[in-house]
């Protein structure tokens, strides 16, 4: 019998950052799992040249407007000062233009590059097309929380009415046989109340039996909550429970990783989730941001708890999105910076923890999923390799890749013309409702959209055989 387990103040919090690196093996080496050195880099066969994202001919998809298009919006993300006041400058431009005037002018520039569409039919449209391609949707309804927007329990059930909409449709279309669709916590719980959540966390242990109770309707009360925090914190839980009961079994929902201030909050209710839904395989996913000098460390202790408790364990491998705001706020509390100090680092890392989930994938299939949300042509690659090495089929649903729709498209239709499973997060609803969505993600992904003069490059090299120019 498995005894209860409490979900603790995280084991990175008692560890000095010279010990994370050598006590997570040992830690995974006590549990039986896997123990190979996570951050070695590859050392297997080079891949074929077919892998090399370097042939323009990825693009022989796409038609001359849809290339001009890409080309224009990327030269544009390509500046900072654009990217760091492009909400300021485009609240100036539907001021002026009124919002018809402004939707017109964005429709079919910065929000078809982007965005899948607004009514059903335009997202059917556009997804497939995607299929067509061999790539897959994983569908994002462009809504989320930060501290000081909550709007009070209605907007919360608007959330979910939209939240349930998009697990309609991920399950109703054929746009993939094993659909996705991802979900900010934010969305349908307050992120004050997470943010006292992760403080609580780091004094006491909450029992994941608890929280599943409270998602069927028992009212519990949980120490250190007033009892409004407390009434807020069952109708979020039955909220999320809602969206995991209508998806279970037909759409895998990908939880999103927000701020290291309510992360271990929204990792908590993920895990409980899991705990209840994953059962009968990878339902519910955690998202691990590999820029954390805490993420192998978090990621490890997921597996250990789905061991412990019994449930598939579904990841979601990123790099991160707020390190410029980490860092500010890290400074400003006077707190060690949570993020690797470079690159490498954060590579490093990146990779280790997608080796730690290869390694497992390839002795249990079922048990364990992982999706390699990077557009990091090396991280592709190694991920790539890996499986090769150990074996692990790349159309048997394990490992699959992911990268933002508009973006990145020389390395997903690659991994697709190769059988990979490549998924692209799709963003739909109107201008208004999707345009601070894409605000904050231009701004939250400024590295990765100051980093895109190769794809530039191949779209030109593609745009110039087709008007006959050469390249």
Request: aromatic fraction near 6%; include cysteine.
């Amino acid at each position: 019998m498995i005894r209860s387990h409490l979900l603790r103040p995280s084991l990175h919090h008692f560890l000095s950052p010279r010990l994370l690196g050598t006590a997570a093996p040992r830690g995974v080496a006590q549990e039986g799992l896997p123990s190979a050195p996570l951050l070695a880099q590859p050392q297997g066969p080079p891949l074929p040249d077919l892998l090399t994202f370097e042939d323009p001919g990825a693009f022989r998809v796409k038609s001359l407007a849809e290339l001009a298009r890409a080309l224009g919006v990327f030269r544009l993300c390509s500046s900072t000062l654009l990217v760091n006041n492009c909400g300021k400058l485009m609240s100036i431009a539907r001021s002026i233009l009124g919002k018809r005037g402004f939707a017109l002018l964005l429709r079919p520039f910065v929000y078809a590059q982007f965005v899948a569409g607004e009514t059903e039919g335009e997202i059917s449209q556009s997804m497939e097309k995607m299929s067509a391609l061999g790539l897959r949707p994983m569908l994002a309804v462009p809504i989320e929380e930060d501290l000081g927007e909550g709007t009070g329990e209605l907007r919360y059930d608007d959330n979910l009415t939209a939240m349930l909409e998009c697990v309609r449709m991920s399950h109703s279309n054929a746009w993939s046989p094993d659909p996705m669709m991802q979900l900010k916590i934010t969305a349908l719980l307050s992120p004050e109340l997470c943010v006292k959540i992760t403080s609580l966390l780091q004094l006491q242990g909450w029992e994941l039996q608890q929280l599943i109770r409270a998602m069927e309707g028992e009212p519990i009360s949980f120490p250190g909550l007033e009892e409004s925090e407390n009434a807020h914190f069952r109708c979020g839980l039955r909220r999320l429970n809602a969206v995991a009961e209508a998806s279970v079994n037909r759409v895998r929902v990908l939880v999103d990783a927000e701020y290291t201030y309510m992360n271990p909050a929204l990792s908590l209710v993920t895990m409980a989730m899991m705990k209840k839904f994953n059962q009968d395989g990878a339902w519910v996913w955690n998202t691990y941001q590999c820029y954390l000098k805490e993420s192998r460390c978090l990621l490890l202790e997921a597996v250990h708890l789905s061991v412990r408790e019994s449930f598939s364990l579904g990841v979601k491998l990123v790099r991160g999105a707020y390190m410029d705001k980490e860092r500010k706020l890290a400074n400003q509390e006077a707190r060690t910076d949570p993020i690797h100090q470079s690159w490498e680092h954060t590579n490093n890392s990146y990779n280790g923890c997608l080796n730690i989930m290869l390694e497992l994938i390839s002795q249990n299939p079922w048990r364990y999923r992982i999706i390699v949300a990077t557009h990091n042509e090396v991280s592709v690659r190694y991920a790539a390799e890996r499986m090769a090495e150990l074996g692990v089929d790349r159309e048997g649903g394990s490992v699959c890749f992911g990268q933002l729709l508009g973006m990145c498209d020389h390395v997903s239709l690659t991994l697709a013309q190769q059988g990979y499973s490549v998924y692209k997060s799709v963003p739909y609803g109107s201008v208004d409702d999707t345009l601070p969505y894409l605000v904050r993600r231009a701004q939250e992904n400024r590295t990765v959209l100051q980093g895109i003069r190769k794809e530039r490059t191949l779209l030109r090299g593609e745009l110039h055989r087709r008007l006959g120019l050469g390249g």
